[in-house]
């Protein structure tokens, strides 16, 4: 899932991101308001974490912003004032959630995962596809009720296919949610990591549950009718 951090303050910018990536998150940050109205009208963020204090435009001025151009990305802002009205004054811009600084970073990444789970759409902590079972909430993956060791990236993607079990997920939706603004478009690196993917989850002797559709993408799923065309070992 890929996040837009917008905090002026580098040092809790950088701790904020760093934390979210040990977490499988892709991670961009910005240190302004106006910034952070680009970046979220040019790419496809799951969540963005804004601060309310930031130069050129305050938090406030930029969650209207994103919802007057019809943007409902989830947003959880952060901030030190603490008075009621300023949490009413961000809810009210339409703002999701509010957290306070000082604050503990796990009572942010829960904030965070409650966020993703209602938008759009309701979505499960846990999902399952076949045998495989994907719990968001503590990152942990099993296939036939055994574990499966996955790197924080791999994981990221894994998620993202579960998330949208049974669709078909197209190569530039996978890295606009898995890869952050450091990531190469020409690179293979989808590829690579799909292969791993299918090393570790579809195993030989496991019924396949990653499937290529040709020229249009990835689908998670365990109902034959809807893998497709494509063979599961051709990333």
């Known amino acids: 899932m890929r996040v837009l951090v917008v905090e002026d303050d580098a040092r ?10 040990e977490h499988a998150y892709a991670v961009d940050v910005v240190g302004d308001g106006e910034r952070a109205v680009v970046e979220a009208v040019v790419n496809d963020y799951d969540a963005i974490v804004l601060d309310v204090v930031l ?16 943007l409902r990305v989830p947003v959880l802002m952060l901030t030190a004032r603490d008075a009621v009205s300023d949490r009413i004054e961000g809810l009210d811009a339409g703002a999701d959630d509010y957290l306070v600084k000082p604050f503990e970073f796990g009572e942010l990444l829960a904030r965070l995962r409650a966020l993703l789970r209602r938008a759009p759409t309701l979505l499960p902590t846990v999902v399952r596809v076949g045998d495989l079972t994907v719990d ?53 690196a989808l590829e690579v990591y799909v292969n791993r993917l299918r090393r570790k989850i579809d195993r030989d002797g496991l019924t396949p549950l990653i499937h290529t559709r040709r020229g249009a993408g990835y689908v998670l799923t365990d109902e034959p009718d809807l893998a497709g065309d494509g063979d599961r070992r051709d990333a």
């Open 12 to 21: 809790l910018a950088s701790a904020i991101a760093r934390g979210l990536r």
């Open 55 to 70: 130069p050129r435009r305050s938090g406030f001025d930029v969650v209207r912003e994103l919802r007057a151009r019809a």
């Open 136 to 188: 968001t909430a503590a990152r942990r993956v099993t296939r036939g009720g055994e574990p499966v060791a996955l790197t924080a990236k791999e994981y990221a993607m894994l998620e993202y296919l579960s998330r949208n079990a049974g669709h078909v997920v197209s190569r530039a939706d996978i890295t606009a949610h898995v890869w952050d603004d450091n990531h190469d478009p020409f690179s293979h």
